[in-house]
């Protein structure tokens, strides 16, 4: 890596080479998803085919949730929470709403 790119400072969610998610392998088998996986990327798909929201504005989510929250945040709680702020923020659901269905669920 040039020095430059070195000293240049990386957002919270580019962890590409840092030394301290170097310590162990990544596991490359097989696994599977989980339903909950499958249904975030469920709801990721209609949105889009739906042209609510698009994979740009997904990942501008995810790259905006807070370090330790996204450290903290497994992949595709990763993307829930991103979908969640999206659709808040352009009024496909409003707070209420969603603090209602949250209550349901609990």
């Known amino acids: 890596m040039p020095e430059e790119d070195a000293a240049r400072p990386r957002a919270h969610h580019d962890l590409g080479g840092v030394a301290q998610y170097l ?4 596991d490359q088998s097989a696994h599977s998803l989980t339903d909950f ?3 975030v990327d469920a709801l990721r798909q209609v949105l889009g085919q739906k ?3 698009t994979v740009d504005e997904l990942r501008r989510g995810i790259e905006a949730i807070p370090e330790a929250e996204y450290l903290r945040l497994g992949y595709y709680q990763r993307w829930l929470r991103s979908i969640t702020a999206i659709l808040l923020e ?3 659901v ?5 603090a209602a269905a949250l ?3 609990q």
């Open 23 to 26: 310590c162990e392998p990544v």
């Open 37 to 39: 996986d499958r249904e």
């Open 51 to 53: 042209g609510i929201m």
């Open 90 to 92: 352009k009024g496909v």
């Open 94 to 98: 409003g707070e209420a709403e969603l």
């Open 103 to 105: 209550a349901v669920e």
